[in-house]
């Protein structure tokens, strides 16, 4: 088990990540462990829990059900108790700083990969912790300068640390000026739908290319259980509900953000599906007729296939005997050989220059 010499802790990834692609813990993490010279009170998009670890007393938040299994599993290993989750993704349930000086209190964030996200949450942090001190940490090749001249122009106070070990840090503070606009709801209509999705979800603006090459291949009239997997915001999940309206859908995601909305626009479209939050097919237990499956081939701002594959095997041991996966994926993504050691039948149903699309029977 890796051992994080800087703060004394063993962890690991979950799921487990090969050590050449991602530890559980990098020179970010460090960073905020070093600067961080009063009581932390809040933690944000702490992917592993490698800081929910060196600072114990912290509340957490994270959008990934997987980040909170990590960071529950890392404190059990090093004798830590229970982490406190915050449960609103609008932090509207974090305990507010009634002892504690905020000048002297430090809020900590990993910053996301989208700069709306980004802004969502100071929006929150400076409704609830208008005053605490901000530390902002990222590996630098991820910052862009725009996004460090947005934080200059908003803070009142705002100082930047000279990067060490590849890793930038920026000390914020007085973060009224985050709260003027609030965080905007991105909408779009495709093939009668009409589908929203806060920041920091999938192409919330956007249909997604690879779902949108997908619709045409999605089933219709079947029953039985089918699953969408990596729902996202739901727009498979639509389009499967109003063609299958007597199949039963389960749609489920990694993402807090992405199942709110994918349930809401289930709703909006007065479509039935029962949505839920999990990694991979952890929050399903029914034995399935089909999955559909548009995989992520990144986690944050590393490539990785393992996300997939293993979505691939789970789906495998979950399906009935005879029953379906439906596959999209980049086509330089190499599936086709891990896809034909698990299916018996395997057949390349659309190709184009982008995607191709996989029909597997158990």
Known sequence: MPHWPEADLALRCYPDVPANISMPWDAADGYLLNESDAPVRL????????????????????????????????????GLPEATFLEQPDLSDAEHLDNVSARDTRVLVRIPKQK???????????KAYPDATVLLAGMAKHIPIPLLNWLEEKAEHYEQLPVVRKARLVRIRGLSKFSDVAPVTRRYDISGFSLSAPAGVFCSDRPDPGARALLKHLPTGQTGTICDLGCGNGILSAHIAKSNPQATLIAT????LATLAARSNLQANNLRG?????????????????VICNPPFHDGHKQLTSIAESMFHESFHQLRQGGELLVVANRHLPYTKVLKRLFKDVALVSDDKRFNIYRCVR
């Not at 702490?46 to 299994?69: K, N």
């Open 43 to 78: 933690i944000l998009n702490d992917r592993y829990g490698a800081l929910s670890c060196a600072f114990p007393e912290a509340q957490v938040w994270h959008d990934s059900f997987c980040a909170r299994i990590a960071t529950q599993q890392n404190r059990l290993e090093n």
């Open 116 to 126: 709306e996200q980004l802004s969502a949450q100071l929006y929150y942090l400076a």
């Open 253 to 256: 995601d990694d993402s807090q």
């Open 274 to 290: 029962d949505v839920r939050q999990g990694n991979i097919l952890s929050s399903v237990e029914e034995t399935l007729d089909m």
